[in-house]
């Protein structure tokens, strides 16, 4: 809060609480105001884009004290498109105004990755190892699996390699564990990369 005495002028040249106190003779006076300050808003979609069917992504045009208004009326400082289309918004505060607009495509994608919920390393040749399974072209990953406790135990970067539910030569007890598979590939001459974290069961 600031406050000045001795001048009938004060240039605020920042945003804060200002208090003048007025005195006449023995009569004292006070008045406040607030200032606010904004500034003139700012947004960017960046490029038109293709997304898979499903795939999340949020469009965000938030700017400190500002109003807004989608393609579909909508109100919301954020929207998540869900389908193909041209996604606009008009964003107005008090210094000024502005607007951008996206075209996004939403396609099948036939760059799959499959990993299981379950395996049964138990010596009877059925699902003995975990591991997943992705059709894309060109597909690169890594399969990190940890314990309940965060203890790295299994580790690989080839596709052919799973997991046979062993640690240091020993049988892994049944439970929960975890895996973070990274991966990059190809969809249809498109480049995709993502990071999934999940858990899985062992049972013998």
């Known amino acids: 809060m600031a406050r000045w005495f001795g001048r009938s002028i004060f240039l605020a040249e920042d945003p804060g609480i200002y208090t003048v106190i007025v005195t006449i003779n023995n ?5 406040t ?21 499903g795939q999340s992504l949020v469009l965000s045009a938030y700017n400190y004290g500002a109003t807004y208004t989608w393609q579909d009326g909508s109100t919301d400082s954020t929207y998540e498109p869900r389908v193909t289309g041209l ?30 919920k379950a395996f049964t390393p138990n010596h009877d040749s059925k699902n003995e190892i975990f591991n997943y399974k992705a059709n894309c072209t060109d597909f690169n990953a890594r399969l990190d ?19 046979d539910g062993t640690f240091d030569g020993k049988e892994a007890p049944e439970g929960v564990y975890t895996y973070v598979l990274k991966y990059s590939g190809y969809d249809n001459g498109r480049f995709l990369e993502d990071v999934v974290r999940s858990t899985f069961l062992l049972f013998r």
């Open 87 to 116: 996604y606009y918004v008009d964003v107005v505060n008090q210094c000024g105004s502005i607007n951008d607009s996206i075209l996004l495509t939403f396609n099948i994608c036939n760059c799959l990755v499959y990993v299981p």
């Open 33 to 53: 105001i607030i200032l606010d300050q904004q500034d003139r808003p700012v947004l960017t979609f960046g490029e038109d884009s293709i997304l898979c069917a």
């Open 145 to 163: 699996i940890y314990t309940r406790f965060g203890q790295l135990i299994f580790s690989t970067q080839n596709p052919d390699l799973g997991w």
């Open 27 to 31: 009569c004292t006076a006070t008045d």
